[in-house]
């Protein structure tokens, strides 16, 4: 059998592909690389871009995603090699290394064209004087506690200071039970226990591991923190295995009833009461040093965006960034990650519709997002290295004063 | 036939054998050359990868590494946890195989044996240290056994503990890489003749006679290879000692891959990480050089 194709139904398809191809050269194709869509609902991100199309007509998004490690990986490749997409998602940890490269675009400018009001959103990263990174969801770290543990521990007042967490971490200890007061995952392969579940109690009470731009780690805040955790640990309230641990296995003990306290990312609430849906838990805010009563430092970790230096279509990135940002789509987005929104406006629906992610929205609104490890260089290898000196302090080779000189030694020379 | 005509036949015949070998070159060139050539000039790059215009910087990020403790700590526990494993995946593998290969078991009772031997042997490394981590964590199974057995008084922080942490993932490996051991032995003892031990027990010999007489002289060639190789292969593992300790506490489990992962990914230090790749080339190279001289001489 031959099949014969009339010259009519030719030209016709020539046309049609002429016609296309026109309009896809009209439209400028933006890349987005992140590691956002894996951990959403599947299909939301992109409807969001699909709404950003629609909304922009000309412009077109590519979704460039993968997991956090692979990404990270990705973007230090591209910003070397000058292939870093339109638009990036970022953390906070490798912004002060991409500035380095002069990987990241400066958004002060387009903030200024744009007429961008600043004051909508939560913080912008700024190194060297450049806007960097806006962070676009927050997770926030505040404390979980048992409740029902606590109850039969006889804490009846759930901690608000330094002095009484010890007393509620030593209440709650039974270690021939295998029951702990508190969890601290410091494990090397992921050194983030340092930032998230030691460095948060100097930001919950508004001090600070830095001096003028440089480390002050030997300083009373840090030293303090690290007697206190000491402390804790000399007490036998610290769940055993800390050099290894890490978060996952952090959650997996509070949600096995095995710990009273953790610290953990807001992001794991549903989790949680997955694992375990009769667990009875609250959130409170990090406890402080002694008399302090000014606004509370809360830890976080983010999901950032930036627009890459070496783009060709800037002006079409920052529309992006300025869509994303917005109240509604940021309010939008942050509701599916169960995060806190970018912009300051944004309230996200689950505050509302759920009492533990209420709670914490009112401590999120009642203090302030810090992380001060956020655009420092290397933050990842800071971190390492505070971790070991850390791990010899709890295994009583040093005294917090040497651990706290030591790293103080190690961080001066990344600086 | 004219010269010309010959010279040209001459040549085509010459070119020949290196047409038929040109593809395999060309992969070996592209995926094996070509990496390793661009490592050792990285190594010589300041900020290789993160800068477009890397200035040279010589040895300098060899007298680093050298200069470092932490380095000449992590080749310490490199040779530690490579030692131990080759010797001990070659012992137990020998007590395996033996037993697999004596005719005194019950043949139903060996053929079970012989797939629970061979069991650690189908597990990736990232299943193996899940289990290990499960078994050794304070509140797992093994203090659960050994305090009830009254062994050890106390939990121990078998990971978490300087003091045994590096024993604990040196005991993690021996389980994962015996079988090896004990399948190649296993093939070899069912190569060597009866006669041999037919014309033994005529002489009067005892078990652990004819072992030391006959079955290991002529298991010999297969022991050296396979721990040749299980040396260079065990010097590189990393997955299980990332995921088991992360190189910690402290750096009591740093070996050599771990430490040149984080100068990569956590320093970001790339040109000191492909100086540290390239020290460990070196090593392996070394005893790759071993190895092909002595299956040469064989």
């Known amino acids: 059998m031959t099949f014969r194709i009339r010259p009519a139904v030719l030209k016709m398809a020539a046309a049609a592909w002429l016609l296309g191809a026109t309009g896809a050269m009209a439209d400028t194709t933006l890349e987005f690389t992140q590691w956002w869509e894996p951990e959403l609902p599947a299909g939301s991100l992109r409807k969001i871009m699909d709404e950003f199309e629609a909304a922009n007509p000309g412009i077109k998004v590519t979704l460039v995603s993968g997991p956090y490690a692979t990404t990270r990986d990705q973007i230090s490749v591209g910003a070397a090699t000058g292939t870093l997409s339109d638009v990036v998602g970022l953390d906070g940890a490798w912004v002060n290394n991409l500035n380095a490269q002069n990987a990241l675009a400066d958004m002060n400018p387009m903030m200024d064209a744009s007429g961008f009001d600043k004051a909508q959103v939560a913080d912008i990263i700024k190194v060297d004087g450049k806007a960097v990174m806006f962070p676009v969801a927050s997770f926030v770290y505040p404390v979980f506690v048992n409740l029902d543990l606590a109850a039969k521990a006889g804490v009846t007042k759930l901690p608000s200071t330094r002095a009484e967490f010890l007393e509620a971490a030593k209440k709650m200890t039974q270690a021939d039970k295998n029951q702990y007061g508190w969890v601290l995952p410091l494990s090397l392969q992921t050194p983030s226990g340092v930032q998230n579940d030691m460095m948060s109690w100097v930001w919950a009470s508004g001090q600070s591991m830095m001096a003028d731009g440089k480390p002050a780690l030997e300083a009373k805040p840090v030293v303090d923190m690290l007697t206190f955790v000491k402390s804790l640990n000399d007490a036998g309230t610290i769940s055993p295995g800390i050099a290894t641990k890490t978060e996952q296995e952090k959650v997996e003990e509070f949600v096995n009833d095995r710990v009273g306290m953790m610290i953990d990312s807001l992001a794991h609430v549903n989790l949680i009461r997955k694992r375990n849906p009769n667990l009875n838990f609250d959130l409170i805010p990090v406890p402080v040093v002694e008399n302090y009563d000014g606004k509370r430092g809360l830890p976080y970790a983010s999901w950032g965006i930036g627009i890459s230096a070496g783009s060709k279509h800037q002006e079409e990135a920052w529309k992006l960034v300025q869509y994303l940002m917005s109240e509604k789509v940021n309010a939008k987005l942050v509701s599916l990650a169960n995060a806190f929104p970018g912009n300051v406006n944004a309230k996200p629906d689950f505050v509302t519709s759920d009492k533990a992610f209420g709670k914490a929205f009112e401590i999120f609104k009642t203090g302030y997002l810090a992380n001060e490890f956020t655009g420092l260089p290397v933050a990842e290898d800071l971190m390492t290295q505070f971790d070991v000196q850390a791990q010899k302090m709890l295994a009583g080779e040093q005294s917090p004063e040497e651990a706290a000189a030591n790293a103080q030694k190690g961080w001066m020379a990344k600086f | ?298």
């Not at chain 2, 010589?58 to 080749?75: C, E, R, T």
């Not at chain 2, 891959?257 to 080339?281: C, D, E, H, M």
């Open chain 2, 1 to 298: 036939m004219t010269p010309q005509k010959r010279s040209h036949h001459r040549l085509k015949r010459a070119v020949a054998p290196y047409l038929y070998l040109s593809p395999s070159l060309i992969i070996i060139s592209l995926l094996m050359l070509l990496p390793m050539v661009t490592v050792i000039g990285y190594s010589f790059q300041n900020s290789a990868v993160l800068r477009r215009d890397p200035s040279f910087a010589g040895l300098k990020h060899y007298q680093a590494i050298f200069a470092d403790p932490v380095f000449w700590a992590s080749l310490w526990h490199t040779l530690y946890f490579t030692c131990m494993s080759v010797v001990f995946h070659m012992t137990i593998g020998m007590i395996f195989a033996l037993m697999l290969n004596s005719d005194r078991i019950n043949p139903t009772l060996r053929n079970i044996l012989r797939v629970l031997y061979i069991l650690p042997w189908l597990f990736t490394a990232v299943i193996i240290a899940v289990i290990w981590r499960l078994l050794l964590e304070p509140n797992g199974v093994v203090n659960s056994i050994l305090m009830q057995l009254g062994i050890i008084g106390s939990k121990v922080e078998w990971f978490s503990s300087p003091e045994t942490a590096l024993h604990a993932v040196t005991f993690a490996n021996i389980w994962a890489g015996y079988p090896l051991f004990m399948v190649s032995l296993l093939a070899g003892l069912q190569g060597i003749p009866k006669d041999f031990y037919e014309a033994a027990d005529i002489d009067g010999a005892k078990a652990y006679q004819k072992l030391i007489f006959i079955t290991i002289p002529q298991l010999m060639p297969i022991i050296i290879s396979i721990s040749l190789l299980d040396f260079i292969w065990t010097m590189q593992v990393f997955p299980l000692i990332w995921i088991t300790t992360g190189g910690g506490p402290i750096y009591s489990t740093e070996v050599l891959s771990t430490y040149t992962y984080k100068l990569a990914f956590s320093s970001y230090n790339l040109s000191q990480a492909a100086a540290s790749a390239v020290i460990i080339l070196l090593i392996s190279l070394g005893l790759t050089l071993f190895y092909i001289r002595y299956q040469k001489a064989r």
